[in-house]
């Protein structure tokens, strides 16, 4: 049974930086693309970043190119996603994916999915 489970969201101030994780099991990790999304209120979900399973391919939204990174530990079966500079508009629920096809920003290809972590930014 695959398992993702994110953790590290929060509430922070405007230009402050929080650090998701997500850590997997039930699967190969080191074979899947790992993915983070988000979705705000009312809004669909969006692509946020994705690093390739061996970790050399990184590719990020415009939105928060300069300002997040995403990163995986192998051996540690975790993805990361380090958030510096936080606006309000950052405002979501994220949620890490793993996709064992190739690297892709379309969330329709992401074949499982973790529950979410909220992250609130103040202004």
């Known amino acids: 049974q695959v398992q993702l489970v994110e953790s590290g969201g929060g509430l922070v101030q405007a230009g402050g930086s929080l650090r998701l994780s997500c850590a997997a099991s039930g699967l190969t990790f080191s074979s899947y693309t790992m993915g983070w999304f988000r979705q705000a209120p009312g809004k669909e979900r969006e692509f946020v970043a994705f690093?390739?399973?061996?970790?050399?391919?990184?590719s990020y939204a415009d939105s928060v190119k300069g300002r997040f990174t995403i990163s995986r530990d192998n051996a540690k079966t975790t993805v990361y996603l380090q958030m510096n500079v936080l606006k309000p508009e950052d405002t979501a629920v994220y949620y890490c994916a793993a996709d064992r096809a190739i690297a892709t920003t379309s969330r329709g290809q992401y074949d499982y999915w973790g529950q979410g972590t909220q992250v609130t930014v103040s202004s």
């Open positions: 690093i390739s399973w061996f970790g050399g391919r990184t």
